[in-house]
C-alpha cells in the first residue's frame, strides 16, 4: 500500500447505473480531498467500465459481478448475490474498509454485508423519492441511511435517516453557456437544446424527438441540438439529425457531462434522481419524460418534486406526441424569460453540500467506532480532478 496514503478506508458499491455511479464518484471526491483511501466497487456494465476510465490514479477500482433480481429467478440472483459477497471479501482482503457506502441498487447489497462480516460501519444513499426494492430491504441492515428528498425518509426502515440531497460531482456548477457551446463545437451565439434519456439511453424519448425534429426545425430554425442516445438507437437517431449538418450532434453516451448540460439553454431528458441533481446544479430549465416502466413510477414522482417547485414542465410518454414535445419546446425557446424563471427555481433544488455531509456522516461513524480516521488534508495535485470546464465558464 503506498505509505502516503492515510488509514481511514473507504468502500463505495455504485455500479449498475449512471445514477448510481457518478453520486457514488461525487462522495469518494470529497473523501479524497479529505484525505481517505477510497475503493470503487462497480459492475462489468459498459456504462461503468468507460465512466471510470482514467480514475484509477484518484480511485483503487473493482468489478464484481452482476447482481440483479429479474421477474421471480430467485434462485439465481441469490447464487449470484453469493458470488459477489465472496468477490467483495476478496477484494478488502487483510484491510478491510472501516466503512461501506452503499449508492443504490441489487450490486450494494454484497459489498454492505461484506463489509459488516469485516466489523465496517455500513450506510445506503437513496436518491429517488421513491426507494427501489432493494433499498428498502438493505435499509434496517445499514447504521445510517441518506436521501435525495425528504419524503423518502418516511418509506424507509431505518430511524437514522438523514436528508442530504443527492450528490454530484465538484465540476457540475452553472457554466457560460457561449463558451461551453464553442468547446463542443457549436455555434456559440445560437441557442442549443440538449436530449438525455440517461446513461443507458430512452428509446421512447429516442423516438419521440425523432418525431419531432421536421416540426422543430421549422418552428426554430436557428436551434441547435446536442442528442444522447444511449447504444441501440445510435445509428438510428444519427440518421434522422444527418440533414442538419453542424446544427446537430449525436452521441450514445458522454463522460463530460457538464459541457452539453453547461452548453444547453433547454434540456429534454428523463428524471432518474441523479440526472435532476445535475439540472439542478447546473441550473438548466428542462421538459421531463419520466421512464413509464420504471419501478413504482419513481420517475413521475421525481419529476413531480422539481415540477412543484417550478424549475421544469413535465410531459408524459403515454400522452405525449412528437407534435405536443415540439410545441412545449418551441413556446419555452419563444420566452426566454420563462426560461430564466426555471433557471433560477431549479437552483433552488441543488444541494452543494449532499457529498460533503455525507463525508461527515462518515467520518463521525467512523470515529464513534474507534477506528482510525484520516484528517482533513489538502488533496495531492495528483488527486485532483479537473472540471473540464472552457475557458470562460464560471
Given amino acids: 500500500m503506498n505509505p502516503e496514503r492515510p488509514a481511514l478506508r473507504v468502500a463505495i458499491a455504485c455500479g449498475g447505473t449512471g445514477g448510481h455511479l457518478f453520486p457514488g464518484l461525487a462522495v469518494g471526491q470529497e473523501l479524497i480531498a479529505r484525505g481517505s483511501r477510497v475503493t470503487l ?3 462489468p456494465k459498459e456504462v461503468d467500465q468507460q465512466a471510470v476510465r482514467g480514475l484509477a490514479n484518484d480511485f483503487d477500482i473493482v468489478t464484481l459481478p452482476a447482481v440483479g433480481l429479474s421477474g421471480r429467478n430467485y434462485l439465481r440472483f441469490v447464487a449470484a448475490s453469493f458470488r459477489s459477497w465472496r468477490a467483495a471479501r476478496h477484494a478488502f482482503g487483510p484491510q478491510p474498509p472501516q466503512a461501506v457506502l452503499a449508492m443504490g441498487g441489487f450490486t450494494s447489497a454484497p459489498p454492505v454485508f461484506a463489509g459488516k462480516n469485516a466489523g465496517a460501519v455500513t450506510f445506503l444513499h437513496e436518491s429517488n423519492t421513491i426507494p427501489g426494492r432493494a433499498n428498502r430491504w438493505l435499509a434496517p441492515w445499514v447504521d445510517e441511511c441518506f436521501v435525495g428528498f425528504a419524503a423518502t425518509t418516511r418509506r424507509l426502515r431505518q430511524k437514522r435517516a438523514t436528508v442530504t440531497g443527492t450528490p454530484v460531482r465538484p465540476q457540475f456548477s452553472p457554466m457560460d453557456a457561449v463558451g461551453a457551446r464553442a468547446a463542443l463545437g457549436f455555434n456559440a451565439a445560437k441557442p442549443l437544446l440538449l436530449i438525455v434519456g440517461g446513461s443507458q439511453g430512452a428509446s421512447g424519448l429516442n423516438r419521440l424527438m425523432v ?3 421536421p416540426q422543430l426545425t421549422a418552428a426554430l430554425p436557428e436551434l441547435q441540438f446536442f442528442h444522447l442516445t444511449g447504444t441501440q438507437d445510435y445509428d438510428a437517431v444519427k440518421a434522422a439529425y ?11 453516451f458522454c463522460s463530460e457531462m457538464e459541457l452539453p448540460l453547461g452548453a444547453a439553454t433547454l434540456t429534454v431528458s428523463r428524471s432518474g434522481a441523479s440526472s435532476l441533481a445535475e439540472l439542478a446544479a447546473m441550473q438548466v430549465p428542462a421538459i421531463l419524460v419520466p421512464f413509464p416502466a420504471a419501478t413504482d ?7 413531480n418534486a422539481i415540477v412543484e417547485t417550478g424549475g421544469a414542465v413535465l410531459l408524459e410518454q403515454q400522452s405525449a406526441s412528437p407534435q405536443s414535445l415540439a410545441g412545449l419546446v418551441t413556446e419555452l425557446c419563444d420566452n426566454p424569460g ?4 426555471m433557471s433560477a427555481a431549479m437552483a433552488r433544488n441543488h444541494r452543494p453540500n449532499a457529498a460533503a455531509e455525507i ?10 467506532r474507534g477506528f482510525a480516521s484520516a484528517t482533513p488534508a489538502t488533496p495531492r495535485p495528483d488527486h485532483v480532478m479537473g472540471t473540464g470546464k472552457p475557458e470562460g465558464a464560471r
Avoid at 338 to 341: A, C, D, R, V
Fill in 359 to 368: 463525508a461527515d456522516r462518515i467520518m463521525a461513524h467512523v470515529k464513534d
Fill in 242 to 252: 444527418e440533414p442538419l449538418g453542424r446544427r446537430a450532434r449525436v452521441q450514445p
Fill in 41 to 43: 466497487l462497480i459492475s
Fill in 297 to 303: 413510477n419513481h420517475q413521475l414522482h421525481n419529476a
Fill in 211 to 213: 418525431g419531432a425534429l
Fill in 338 to 341: 420563462q426560461l430564466q424563471i
